[in-house]
């Protein structure tokens, strides 16, 4: 006989527990404290510490802020499939509001990394755009992608199977990211001839550690907007729980 | 067969019901009674497997052994009676089909239109297409929602001797509990 | 094999449904003519021959879009999902039953584009149709999992190629280089793309359209 166990929450004492749940304040104070106290160093560290690039001037700055938002949005997206395997593999309910939240996330930072890229483009070659930078345009393809994935999870009713589809769509999306990275290569080679490339200096130490504060700015920026966005979403839900329990 | 404690379901914040319990065994009809939209299409779909219960426990039989009829009678309209029941016999891998179905067809009055499209059928001929599907494969579990459905005086007396036959476990979902009334062993009444 | 057996049995209802019905293939075979007429008309005179042989591969990925959204109308409509998914059958069955019976519609769409597109724009060679045909495979893949997620939403025929097209692009990559004959290791794309997003389709499925 195959049984089919729910998850142990009965409904009443998952929302009384709710109303008495100690809101995780202080965690989620801890980490914008140190999102906001790396973000002014990297902001300081960016433009007075980082010795000026030799060949594309100050606007190379924009790497230090380009490169690590792009690899804040691939833990992001990595973040957002490793919840949907839980989702699927554990039937972890609560882990489709964190996936959700994670690929949010990353569509933020992925829009984000399209606009530095963007600028530092125009900045250094008077572009707008440029299809040999692989990096960009695979953003551009992810970015795409996951934004079907909110098309997708608007137009489905909540419940399990929406989790489902949400959760198999979020990892068709990491398996995509190498994919699609070289068929993007592959295409270099003869649809688009290389012009420019945008390529981040041979880092000397100064260098390298600004990077790294930039770098993990970004991270602690990741975590706090995804435990502020959780919290909230899971407030929103616990509300309407009560209100549907009180009304009747 | 079928052993569910404490069952609930939900989408979102919108409950449809909980704690609800059921107990089936063979020879054994559960009457699940109510309005419309109170609940029991979901309660039995989710005794068919379709439909996770968002708390407690519930076993069920393996799902060769479940036939369930919902509000459709899930047939393929643009295929005939024929070519519908030859399909679910292969994915059931029903023993000798073509002659089940053939009986089946028989039984249920379909066998002269056993070669038109379902979608020149009646509805009530549909119905009686979708019991000849859910008995094809002989299942240990018959689940049966609104089974009455525009069934004619015939297609009742059908009805009711596939309830009446004690061998299986049946669960029906109705809110006209009339003729089946005197038939159940156990009753869920939804508000 | 009951595997086998019940994938055919699905695959033949799919056919035998379309047989009937006879609606998506010669939609496909009309819109792909179209396309290609279109093409011509929107493409500059002395036009590269790699350029237009991307026309190809556009008009192939819509004219497949096409079929996948009609995939899995039947179901959708007469809830007939609840009927294939309680069935014994393994859940990835259901999968590829109705791949192929959409990249037998695909194949039959395309031996009347190709020699079309041959005759309005230049010559098909043994690249383009191993690429084509490598590509077929991917496309039906990925394009009939995510077909079952779309018909479960509200806009279905918006959705679809909103979830394909990010997908298609590795395919397109792959299929441009090959048909430009551009060297061997885009059908060696072609082929990994099939490999690596058939499996996860193929084990995917199973959540898409079951919830136990």
Not at chain 1, 66 to 79: E, K, N
Not at chain 2, 145 to 157: H, I, V
Not at chain 3, 72 to 87: K, Q, S
Not at chain 3, 145 to 160: F, I, N, Q, T, Y
Request: aromatic share 10%; proline share 4%; glycine share 8%.
């Amino acid at each position: 006989m195959a049984a089919i166990r729910a998850p142990e929450q009965r409904l009443e004492a998952t929302t009384m527990a709710a109303v008495a749940r100690p809101i995780a304040q202080n965690r989620v104070a801890v980490l914008g404290l140190a999102a906001v106290g790396l973000l002014a160093a990297a902001l300081a560290l960016i433009f007075f510490y980082a010795p000026t690039d030799a060949d594309q001037g100050f606007s190379q700055r924009i790497f230090y802020f380009h490169v690590p938002v792009a690899l804040t949005a691939y833990v992001c997206f990595g973040w957002g499939a490793w919840k949907a395997l839980r989702v699927l593999w554990k039937r972890d309910e609560s882990a489709d509001m964190q996936s959700y939240v994670a690929i949010h996330q990353g569509v933020v930072f992925g829009a984000l990394t399209l606009l530095t890229g963007s600028i530092w483009a125009k900045a250094s070659w008077g572009v707008w755009w440029s299809w040999s930078e692989n990096q960009l345009v695979l953003f551009l393809v992810l970015f795409l992608f996951y934004c079907a994935y909110f098309m997708l999870r608007y137009s489905v009713e909540a419940g399990p199977s929406r989790a489902n589809m949400c959760a198999v769509y979020a990892l068709f999306g990491v398996v995509l990211i190498p994919v699609s990275f070289l068929a993007i290569r592959l295409s270099q080679k003869f649809i688009h001839p290389v012009v420019f490339t945008l390529h981040g200096p041979q880092m000397t130490g100064a260098q390298f550690l600004t990077f790294c504060v930039s770098l993990a700015a970004m991270l602690a920026l990741f975590a706090t907007l995804y435990a502020v966005e959780l919290a909230g979403k899971r407030a929103d839900a616990d509300l309407r729980e009560l209100r549907a329990l009180l009304l009747q | 067969m079928i052993r569910g404690r404490d069952l609930a379901k939900r989408y979102g914040e919108r409950r449809i019901f909980a704690g609800v319990d059921v107990d089936l065994e063979r020879g054994g009809l559960l009457l699940v009674t109510g309005p419309n939209g109170s609940g029991k299409t979901t309660l039995l779909r989710m005794l068919a497997g379709l439909v996770a219960p968002s708390a407690g426990e519930l076993a069920l039989p393996p799902r060769e052994t479940i036939g369930f009829l919902g509000h459709d009678p899930l047939v393929y309209r643009e295929l005939t009676p024929l070519e519908n029941l030859t399909l679910f016999g292969r994915l059931y891998r029903v023993p000798e089909h073509r002659e089940r179905i053939g009986m089946l067809l028989e039984r249920f009055g379909l066998w002269e239109k056993r070669h038109e499209r379902v979608s020149t059928f009646s509805r009530g001929m549909q119905q009686r297409l979708g019991l000849c599907r859910v008995l094809l494969h002989e299942p240990a579990l018959l689940l049966l929602d609104e089974p009455a459905n525009a069934l004619d005086a015939d297609g009742l007396e059908l009805l009711q001797a596939v309830l009446e036959d004690r061998q299986r476990a049946v669960a029906v979902a109705t809110h006209d509990s009339r003729s089946v009334e005197h038939l159940a062993t156990g009753r869920l009444a939804f508000t | 094999m009951t595997y086998i057996a019940d994938v055919s049995a699905l695959a033949r209802k799919d056919l035998l449904l379309e047989l009937r019905a006879k609606e998506t293939l010669p939609s496909m075979l009309v819109f792909v003519i179209a396309t290609l007429t279109i093409f011509h008309f929107a493409v500059p005179h002395g036009t590269r021959h790699v350029a237009a042989l991307g026309l190809l591969w556009v008009a192939l990925l819509f004219t497949a879009l096409l079929a996948l959204t009609r995939a899995f109308v039947a179901e959708r409509e007469e809830r007939l999902f609840d009927a294939l998914v309680l069935a014994p059958c393994d859940r990835s069955a259901i999968w590829l039953g109705k791949a192929l019976a959409v990249l037998a519609f695909l194949v039959a769409a395309e031996v009347v584009a190709l020699p079309a597109f041959a005759a309005f724009f230049s010559g098909i060679d043994a690249h383009t149709v191993a690429a084509v045909a490598l590509a077929d495979v991917g496309i039906c893949a990925v394009g009939t999992l995510l077909g079952a997620m779309a018909v479960a939403g509200r806009a279905r025929e918006l959705l679809l190629p909103l979830l394909f097209l990010p997908l298609a692009v590795p395919i397109v990559v792959g299929g441009v280089g090959a048909s430009a004959g551009a060297g061997g290791r885009y059908l060696l794309f072609l082929a990994f793309y099939d490999a690596v997003f058939g499996v996860l389709s193929w084990a995917a499925f199973e959540y898409v359209v079951a919830e136990t």
